[in-house]
């Protein structure tokens, strides 16, 4: 077992470490940055359906549990750059008034100490980062921007243009999906991005993603202060007798145990996992787990309530590249329903394989022949539907022995439910809901709890130190050099993708140990 001192340690590659450690390289200061994972294989297996979806070839073999014991097979990766690497790329600004109280039918969003404003320059440093593509001015909820989006809007293929002007046509407001793709359509041989069918859920092979790994990692590891580790597992962090600070942090490789000295240590290995590892680091001191006198680490689990509608119709969709529109205009509710109920965006086009994972029995027609899978992928149009959950303090992150159990219960239920009949009653009145087999029908799914993308919220960050883990700059009020630069910090979770604010965030917070540490 050997120790090494570092000025700074950054343990995960996601959204909030990844980002964080493409700020602070220059720095010129000593960092360590940890991954528990590899960098994801460059293999054909990338842009297979069958071993992506089916076989779940990207997602850790890691089981974990639920209340009750049973095993949960979760739906993240372990990688250099996260979830990042298989994500959609939709990266959305949060509305102004997420940030403040939010009454929902099914209770309140918590009001939020930084607001909009704080957020937006990083917001618009956060969209030049990740090569944002899009078009402001259209969507009726969006904020204000000091800027437009860097990249012009990715256009949509025929079919998706004609039910943005069915849309358009209904009264709604269909607007271009934010999206962080390496895409040139203007001169497309110098595009990285080829505008596949397999983007939303998968790796890209030619790394034409804006992601983690790519955007920040490797520019980041071009830096002589800076050291990667990959395939190093953070068990634990151990502190001084007072409990005030992190001393070392012990790292799994190859069967082995390592300890690293840092002055400053951040966490940064998504929601779920940040709150175990801090469970998992209790010791006389911090008997409840490290940074947990306020009982809130693991707590307020969200991970928004998210669901799939796929619509077939008459009428073919050779759309290739489908996940570039989205509709806000249930986002704060209805004309009969003054409650927020959500977003809706395009998920990327559904094929046979996909359809056919799940063999479905539609009005009692069982469908298990590939031509009929074909048929339906041919003829469908996917959306993905975003209602938001609120913080609740039973909903979270506890231990079972060494392994991570959930437990989590939906809430504000109605709101998606609304949205989904909503929707579906929509592309009944734009033709996107035609008889086929032998009538209009939709495969609807919601999450399971397995399903956790979008999760967030278990080291809310306040001032009062009773009611929260981290300050407002994300350090743990109980450790002084103790940092979490993830998902973990949100007080509510809103009704888009987390990850533009997560991005946002670890800016902001770079900005800060920049000033501290000189």
């Given at each position: 077992?050997?120790?090494?001192?570092?000025?700074?340690?950054?343990?995960?590659?996601?959204?909030?470490?990844?980002?964080?450690?493409?700020?602070?390289?220059?720095?010129?200061?000593?960092?360590?940055?940890?991954?528990?994972?590899?960098?994801?294989?460059?293999?054909?297996?990338?842009?297979?359906?069958?071993?992506?979806?089916?076989?779940?070839?990207?997602?850790?073999?890691?089981?974990?549990?639920?209340?009750?014991?049973?095993?949960?097979?979760?739906?993240?990766?372990?990688?250099?750059?996260?979830?990042?690497?298989?994500?959609?790329?939709?990266?959305?600004?949060?509305?102004?008034?997420?940030?403040?109280?939010?009454?929902?039918?099914?209770?309140?969003?918590?009001?939020?100490?930084?607001?909009?404003?704080?957020?937006?320059?990083?917001?618009?440093?956060?969209?030049?980062?990740?090569?944002?593509?899009?078009?402001?001015?259209?969507?009726?909820?969006?904020?204000?921007?000091?800027?437009?989006?860097?990249?012009?809007?990715?256009?949509?293929?025929?079919?998706?243009?004609?039910?943005?002007?069915?849309?358009?046509?209904?009264?709604?407001?269909?607007?271009?999906?934010?999206?962080?793709?390496?895409?040139?359509?203007?001169?497309?041989?110098?595009?990285?991005?080829?505008?596949?069918?397999?983007?939303?859920?998968?790796?890209?092979?030619?790394?034409?993603?804006?992601?983690?790994?790519?955007?920040?990692?490797?520019?980041?590891?071009?830096?002589?202060?800076?050291?990667?580790?990959?395939?190093?597992?953070?068990?634990?962090?151990?502190?001084?007798?007072?409990?005030?600070?992190?001393?070392?942090?012990?790292?799994?490789?190859?069967?082995?145990?390592?300890?690293?000295?840092?002055?400053?240590?951040?966490?940064?290995?998504?929601?779920?996992?940040?709150?175990?590892?801090?469970?998992?680091?209790?010791?006389?001191?911090?008997?409840?787990?490290?940074?947990?006198?306020?009982?809130?680490?693991?707590?307020?689990?969200?991970?928004?309530?998210?669901?799939?509608?796929?619509?077939?119709?008459?009428?073919?969709?050779?759309?290739?590249?489908?996940?570039?529109?989205?509709?806000?205009?249930?986002?704060?509710?209805?004309?009969?329903?003054?409650?927020?109920?959500?977003?809706?965006?395009?998920?990327?086009?559904?094929?046979?394989?996909?359809?056919?994972?799940?063999?479905?029995?539609?009005?009692?027609?069982?469908?298990?022949?590939?031509?009929?899978?074909?048929?339906?992928?041919?003829?469908?149009?996917?959306?993905?539907?975003?209602?938001?959950?609120?913080?609740?303090p039973n909903n979270r992150v506890t231990l079972h022995g060494d392994s991570i159990q959930l437990s989590y219960t939906e809430n504000n239920t109605e709101a998606y439910n609304r949205l989904l009949?909503?929707?579906?009653?929509?592309?009944?009145?734009?033709?996107?809901?035609?008889?086929?087999?032998?009538?209009?029908?939709?495969?609807?799914?919601?999450?399971?709890?397995?399903?956790?993308?979008?999760?967030?919220?278990?080291?809310?960050?306040?001032?009062?130190?009773?009611?929260?883990?981290?300050?407002?700059?994300?350090?743990?009020?109980?450790?002084?050099?103790?940092?979490?630069?993830?998902?973990?910090?949100?007080?509510?979770?809103?009704?888009?993708?987390?990850?533009?604010?997560?991005?946002?965030?670890?800016?902001?917070?770079?900005?800060?140990?920049?000033?501290?540490?000189?």
């Amino acid at each position: 077992m050997t120790t090494s001192h570092y000025d700074l340690i950054i343990v995960g590659t996601g959204a909030g470490g990844g980002t964080l450690a493409y700020r602070l390289a220059p720095t010129g200061k000593k960092i360590l940055i940890l991954e528990r994972g590899p960098f994801l294989p460059r293999e054909k297996e990338n842009w297979d359906t069958v071993q992506v979806v089916q076989k779940d070839r990207y997602h850790t073999s890691e089981i974990w549990y639920d209340n009750k014991g049973q095993a949960i097979h979760p739906g993240v990766g372990y990688f250099v750059g996260g979830n990042t690497k298989v994500y959609g790329g939709a990266l959305f600004r949060w509305r102004e008034q997420d940030f403040d109280q939010v009454i929902h039918k099914g209770g309140i969003s918590p009001e939020w100490q930084l607001k909009y404003k704080d957020f937006e320059p990083y917001y618009t440093q956060a969209e030049q980062l990740y090569e944002v593509h899009g078009q402001r001015g259209i969507d009726p909820t969006e904020p204000s921007a000091s800027e437009a989006y860097p990249h012009p809007a990715i256009r949509h293929e025929p079919r998706i243009q004609e039910i943005h002007e069915s849309l358009q046509h209904q009264g709604y407001h269909p607007f271009y999906l934010p999206l962080a793709i390496k895409l040139n359509e203007v001169n497309r041989r110098l595009s990285a991005c080829i505008r596949c069918n397999t983007c939303d859920g998968f790796p890209c092979l030619v790394d034409a993603k804006a992601d983690a790994d790519v955007n920040c990692i490797r520019p980041a590891e071009q830096y002589h202060n800076v050291t990667l580790l990959t395939e190093a597992k953070v068990t634990r962090l151990h502190t001084s007798p007072s409990g005030r600070e992190v001393t070392t942090v012990e790292v799994e490789m190859n069967g082995e145990s390592h300890l690293f000295s840092s002055d400053i240590v951040v966490v940064a290995c998504g929601a779920i996992n940040s709150a175990a590892l801090l469970l998992k680091s209790a010791n006389d001191q911090h008997s409840n787990g490290l940074a947990n006198s306020s009982d809130q680490v693991g707590r307020n689990l969200m991970k928004h309530q998210n669901g799939a509608i796929i619509g077939v119709t008459r009428k073919s969709n050779l759309t290739t590249f489908q996940k570039t529109l989205a509709v806000n205009d249930f986002y704060w509710g209805d004309e009969d329903f003054d409650y927020p109920m959500g977003h809706v965006q395009l998920l990327g086009k559904i094929n046979a394989d996909m359809i056919a994972q799940k063999s479905p029995s539609v009005l009692g027609l069982s469908f298990r022949e590939q031509h009929a899978f074909e048929a339906i992928a041919s003829h469908s149009v996917d959306w993905w539907l975003t209602a938001e959950d609120l913080p609740e303090p039973n909903n979270r992150v506890t231990l079972h022995g060494d392994s991570i159990q959930l437990s989590y219960t939906e809430n504000n239920t109605e709101a998606y439910n609304r949205l989904l009949n909503r929707w579906i009653g929509v592309l009944k009145s734009i033709n996107c809901g035609e008889r086929i087999i032998p009538a209009s029908f939709y495969f609807r799914k919601k999450l399971s709890l397995q399903g956790v993308a979008h999760q967030c919220g278990t080291c809310r960050f306040g001032e009062d130190p009773t009611t929260s883990v981290l300050n407002l700059n994300c350090r743990t009020h109980d450790v002084d050099n103790l940092y979490v630069v993830d998902g973990s910090f949100f007080r509510s979770s809103a009704a888009v993708n987390p990850t533009l604010t997560i991005i946002a965030n670890a800016l902001r917070v770079g900005d800060h140990l920049i000033e501290l540490i000189g």
